[in-house]
C-alpha cells in the first residue's frame, strides 16, 4: 500500500485557488455518478477529491484524468457540499503547468496580478532594444511603413528563435510531466502501436472529441473549436507571410484572398474568446481565477491590436506604429510564453489523453 505523504502548501493552495474548502467533502461520490467521465472502476472526481484532501501533490499533478475533464459543472452542481470538484480539478491543472514548467516561476508571474506586468515588460523592452538599435522612431514616418520601422528580418528572426527555445522548453515540461506520470502510476504499456495511438489522438483531438462527452455545455466545444482553428489560419498566414515577403508580395491589399481569410481566423477567435468570456462572467457558481481570464483577455486584445494596426495602415495614420508595437507585445505574451498561460492546456490535454490510451493506468 502506498504510504500518503500530505503536502499541507499543496491542500492550502488547492483551497485558495479552487475557492473550495476540501475537508467539507464527505465522500458520498455524488460527482462521480453525474460525472460522463467515470467508469465503474474509474471513481472520477471523486477520487482525486480526496486525494486532495490529503495532500497527495505528486499522484495529482501527474494525473491524466484531471485533463479529461471539459468543465460541465455538473458535479459542483449535485456536489451536497458545495465542495466545487470542477474548482478543484482547475486548479489541479493550473498547479501542474507551475509545477512542470521550464522555468516554473513564470508561471507564478502569470498567476498573480501584481506581477504579471513583468511578463509584459519583458518583451516590451527587448522589442524596444531593438527598435533603439535599428534606429527605428526615426522611421516612424507617413506614410505608415511597418517594414521599414521594423524589417522583415529582424522581426521573423527574433520571433521565430525565442518562439523556438519556448517550445523546446515546453517539450522538457512535458516530457518532465510523463516521466513524473509513469513513476508516480507504474503504469504498463499497451500491446496497441504508439503510433497509432498518437494519430487516433490526434484525430480526436482535432474535432475536440472530448468536449462531446459534455451534454451541459456544448457551447465550449463550438468556442474552443472556433479558437483553435482561428489559431491555425493565423499560423498558416504567418507562413505565407514570410514566403511572400520573399518574393516581394507584401504588404497584402486587403482585398487579396489570404488577407481576407486571415481576418476571418481573427475574427473566429474572437467569437471563440467572447462566448467564452460573457459565459464566465455570467457563471457565478464557477470560481474563475485571474489566471483564467488573463488568458482570455490577451488574446482578445492581441486580435482587436491586430485589427487596429491593420486599419491604421490603410488610413494611414501616425500611431499605427503605436499599435504595431503593443500587438507585437501581446503576441509576445500569448504565443512565445505559451508554456506559462492557459494556453499549454491544449498541449497537456493531448498529452494526457495519449498516456491514457498508451497506458494501462491502476486506477
Ligand atoms: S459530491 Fe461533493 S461531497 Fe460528495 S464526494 Fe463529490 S466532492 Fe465530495
Ligand atoms: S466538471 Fe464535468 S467533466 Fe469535469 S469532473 Fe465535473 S462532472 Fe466531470
Given at each position: 500500500?502506498?504510504?500518503?505523504?500530505p503536502?499541507?502548501?499543496?491542500?492550502?493552495?488547492?483551497?485558495?485557488e479552487?475557492g473550495?474548502d476540501?475537508?467539507?467533502?464527505?465522500?458520498?461520490g455524488?460527482?462521480?455518478?453525474?460525472?460522463?467521465?467515470?467508469?465503474?472502476?474509474?471513481?472520477?472526481p471523486?477520487?482525486?477529491?480526496?486525494?486532495?484532501g490529503?495532500g497527495m501533490?505528486?499522484e495529482?499533478?501527474?494525473?491524466?484524468?484531471?485533463?479529461?475533464?471539459?468543465?460541465c459543472?455538473d458535479?459542483?452542481?449535485y456536489?451536497?457540499?458545495?465542495?466545487?470538484?470542477?474548482?478543484?480539478?482547475?486548479?489541479?491543472?493550473?498547479?501542474?503547468?507551475?509545477?512542470?514548467?521550464?522555468?516554473?516561476i513564470?508561471?507564478k508571474?502569470?498567476?498573480?496580478?501584481?506581477?504579471t506586468?513583468?511578463?509584459?515588460?519583458?518583451?516590451?523592452?527587448?522589442?524596444?532594444?531593438?527598435?533603439?538599435?535599428n534606429?527605428?522612431f526615426?522611421?516612424?514616418?507617413?506614410?505608415?511603413?511597418?517594414?521599414?520601422?521594423l524589417?522583415?528580418?529582424?522581426?521573423?528572426?527574433?520571433?521565430t528563435?525565442?518562439?523556438?527555445?519556448?517550445?523546446?522548453?515546453?517539450?522538457?515540461?512535458?516530457?518532465?510531466?510523463?516521466?513524473?506520470?509513469k513513476?508516480?502510476?507504474?503504469?504498463?504499456?499497451?500491446?496497441?502501436?504508439s503510433?497509432?495511438?498518437?494519430?487516433?489522438?490526434?484525430?480526436?483531438?482535432?474535432?475536440?472529441?472530448?468536449?462531446s462527452n459534455?451534454?451541459?455545455?456544448?457551447?465550449?466545444?463550438?468556442?474552443?473549436?472556433?479558437?483553435?482553428?482561428?489559431?491555425?489560419t493565423?499560423?498558416?498566414?504567418?507562413?505565407?507571410?514570410?514566403?511572400?515577403?520573399?518574393?516581394?508580395?507584401?504588404?497584402?491589399?486587403?482585398?487579396?484572398?489570404?488577407?481576407?481569410?486571415?481576418?476571418?481566423?481573427g475574427?473566429s477567435?474572437l467569437?471563440?474568446?467572447?462566448?467564452?468570456?460573457?459565459?464566465?462572467?455570467?457563471?457565478?457558481?464557477?470560481?474563475?481565477?485571474f489566471?483564467?481570464?488573463?488568458?482570455?483577455?490577451?488574446?482578445?486584445?492581441?486580435?482587436i491590436?491586430?485589427?487596429?494596426t491593420?486599419?491604421l495602415?490603410?488610413?494611414?495614420?501616425?500611431?499605427?506604429?503605436?499599435?504595431?508595437?503593443?500587438?507585437?507585445?501581446l503576441?509576445?505574451?500569448?504565443?512565445?510564453?505559451?508554456?506559462?498561460?492557459?494556453?499549454?492546456?491544449?498541449?497537456?490535454?493531448?498529452?494526457?489523453?495519449?498516456?491514457?490510451?498508451?497506458?494501462?493506468?491502476?486506477?
Amino acid at each position: 500500500m502506498k504510504k500518503v505523504n500530505p503536502d499541507i502548501d499543496f491542500i492550502r493552495k488547492v483551497k485558495k485557488e479552487s475557492g473550495s474548502d476540501l475537508k467539507n467533502c464527505m465522500q458520498c461520490g455524488n460527482c462521480t455518478v453525474v460525472c460522463s467521465l467515470a467508469g465503474e472502476n474509474h471513481v472520477f472526481p471523486r477520487k482525486q477529491m480526496i486525494m486532495a484532501g490529503w495532500g497527495m501533490k505528486n499522484e495529482l499533478i501527474s494525473d491524466p484524468y484531471i485533463w479529461q475533464c471539459h468543465q460541465c459543472g455538473d458535479c459542483s452542481k449535485y456536489c451536497p457540499r458545495d465542495v466545487k470538484p470542477l474548482d478543484v480539478m482547475s486548479s489541479l491543472r493550473s498547479q501542474c503547468i507551475e509545477y512542470f514548467a521550464v522555468p516554473g516561476i513564470l508561471v507564478k508571474w502569470m498567476k498573480k496580478p501584481s506581477l504579471t506586468f513583468l511578463t509584459l515588460i519583458i518583451p516590451a523592452l527587448i522589442i524596444l532594444v531593438v527598435l533603439w538599435a535599428n534606429k527605428s522612431f526615426d522611421k516612424m514616418q507617413l506614410p505608415v511603413n511597418y517594414s521599414a520601422f521594423l524589417p522583415h528580418i529582424l522581426l521573423n528572426s527574433i520571433f521565430t528563435g525565442f518562439t523556438l527555445i519556448s517550445f523546446f522548453l515546453l517539450f522538457l515540461s512535458v516530457k518532465n510531466y510523463t516521466k513524473h506520470f509513469k513513476k508516480e502510476f507504474r503504469v504498463q504499456k499497451n500491446e496497441i502501436s504508439s503510433y497509432k495511438l498518437f494519430i487516433e489522438t490526434l484525430i480526436d483531438f482535432l474535432k475536440h472529441k472530448n468536449f462531446s462527452n459534455c451534454t451541459t455545455n456544448q457551447y465550449r466545444k463550438t468556442a474552443h473549436l472556433m479558437i483553435f482553428y482561428g489559431f491555425t489560419t493565423l499560423i498558416l498566414l504567418t507562413i505565407y507571410a514570410i514566403y511572400a515577403v520573399k518574393i516581394g508580395d507584401y504588404p497584402l491589399n486587403y482585398y487579396h484572398p489570404i488577407k481576407i481569410i486571415g481576418n476571418l481566423g481573427g475574427l473566429s477567435i474572437l467569437c471563440g474568446i467572447v462566448i467564452l468570456l460573457v459565459k464566465r462572467l455570467n457563471k457565478k457558481d464557477i470560481n474563475s481565477s485571474f489566471f483564467d481570464y488573463s488568458f482570455l483577455v490577451s488574446v482578445f486584445l492581441l486580435v482587436i491590436t491586430g485589427y487596429v494596426t491593420e486599419i491604421l495602415r490603410f488610413s494611414n495614420h501616425i500611431s499605427g506604429y503605436h499599435w504595431y508595437f503593443i500587438h507585437l507585445v501581446l503576441m509576445w505574451y500569448v504565443v512565445i510564453f505559451l508554456p506559462y498561460t492557459k494556453f499549454a492546456h491544449f498541449i497537456y490535454r493531448l498529452n494526457a489523453i495519449f498516456l491514457i490510451r498508451k497506458y494501462k493506468i491502476n486506477d
